[in-house]
């Protein structure tokens, strides 16, 4: 049995954690079991008195990051700390054996939903969508339901 976690940085992924959309009849279980915000990991740390300096190191997890020796650099990957652009790289290299060296936005309702697509020889492969705020998330799951 797995009970996922995932640390978040916006208080709104509860809220959407919770929500019917996000449960799979199919395995009968939630997409996310508990999301916890950064500021909440923080707070935890700082209620337990841990002092992360003194605590052993661990190597950084390569998927999702770039990192020079224990150092993380950056990741591809938006704002919020999403990493739409990294699975969207991945997934056309993976499913398409295509490099994806630009990825260009365009703006849906507002600046903050908006889509990126991979076409290869003219057709659309893939499509991904960025969207910000609890309105812009409704509006784009009632968009994938049509």
């Known amino acids: 049995e797995i009970y996922h976690v995932t640390v978040m940085p916006c208080y709104d992924k509860k809220l959407e954690a919770s929500r019917e959309d996000f449960y799979n009849d199919i395995y009968r279980t939630r997409d996310v079991d508990c999301v916890i915000t950064s500021d909440e990991v923080?707070?935890?740390?700082?209620?337990?008195?841990?002092?992360?300096?003194?605590?052993?190191?661990?190597?950084?997890?390569?998927?999702?990051?770039s990192y020079d020796g224990n150092q993380l650099v950056s990741?591809?990957?938006?704002?919020?700390?999403?990493?739409?652009?990294?699975?969207?790289?991945?997934?056309?290299?993976?499913?398409?054996?295509?490099?994806?060296?630009?990825?260009?936005?365009?703006?849906?309702?507002?600046k903050d939903f908006k889509e990126c697509t991979?076409?290869?020889?003219?057709?659309?492969v893939l499509k991904f969508a960025a969207a910000y705020g609890f309105r812009n998330i409704q509006n784009l799951v009632q968009k994938m339901k049509r």
Request: net charge negative.
């Open 75 to 110: 990741h591809d990957g938006g704002g919020s700390g999403g990493y739409l652009e990294y699975i969207l790289k991945y997934a056309a290299e993976e499913l398409y054996g295509y490099n994806v060296d630009h990825i260009e936005y365009h703006v849906l309702r507002n």
């Open 42 to 65: 923080l707070r935890m740390i700082e209620e337990k008195k841990i002092d992360i300096v003194s605590l052993p190191s661990a190597p950084l997890d390569q998927l999702f990051c």
């Open 118 to 124: 991979v076409e290869i020889e003219g057709q659309t």
